[in-house]
């Protein structure tokens, strides 16, 4: 039974922080890439990042890079996004996904980040 509960989604500013966690059980969580995945209102999903097994190697959507930073606590089965300077186009649905065959495989039920005054 994979499962991936996303949760630290909730309503800030713009420029404000923000940070997501993901935690997975049911599988073998280090010897998967994770990626993180969002999704507006009427617009199909964009592609945030992602991240290695062992975590050394991170990669992100132009859109947040410089701002988000992905990281993965293996000991504890856990991925993270860290959101610094939010902008309103930043509000979506954010899942957590893991990456089996180039693809997400498993997806969490999602956490909502709205970035608003």
């Known amino acids: 039974q994979v499962q991936l509960v996303e949760s630290g989604g909730g309503l800030v500013q713009p420029g404000g922080s923000l940070r997501l966690s993901c935690a997975a059980s049911?599988?073998?969580?280090?010897?998967?890439?994770m990626s993180w995945v969002r999704q507006a209102p009427g617009k199909g999903p964009e592609w945030v990042s992602n991240?290695?097994?062992?975590?050394?190697?991170?990669r992100y959507a132009d859109s947040v890079k410089g701002r988000f930073t992905i990281s993965r606590d293996n000991a504890k089965n856990t991925l993270n996004l860290q959101m610094n300077s939010l902008k309103p186009e930043d509000t979506a649905l954010y899942y957590c996904a893991r990456v089996f065959n180039s693809s997400g495989d498993y997806w969490g039920q999602g956490t909502q980040v709205t970035v608003s005054s």
């Open positions: 049911g599988f073998t969580f280090s010897t998967y890439y």
């Open positions: 991240i290695n097994t062992g975590g050394g190697m991170t």
